[in-house]
């Protein structure tokens, strides 16, 4: 077994997200990824996106 990529990691943790994720993918992230990995990954991209959201709202509401 091979460790995925950054790349990989930002892409499956991104399509988990959303909402799209397959279930191939879950399992093969379960089986080949760090549980660690992905839940920096996954906490790294919730806080950016709390940011965008905030960032948006007060510069629509200024």
Do not use: H
Not at 13 to 26: C, D, H, M, P, T
Not at 39 to 49: M, Q, R
């Amino acid at each position: 077994m091979t460790k995925p990529t950054m790349i990989q990691v930002i892409k499956s943790v991104l399509a988990a997200f959303i909402g799209v994720q397959s279930e191939a993918n879950r399992k093969t992230d379960f089986t080949q990824g760090s549980l660690k990995t992905y839940i920096i990954a996954g906490v790294a991209f919730t806080i950016l996106f709390i940011g965008l959201i905030i960032f948006v709202v007060s510069t629509v509401l200024a």
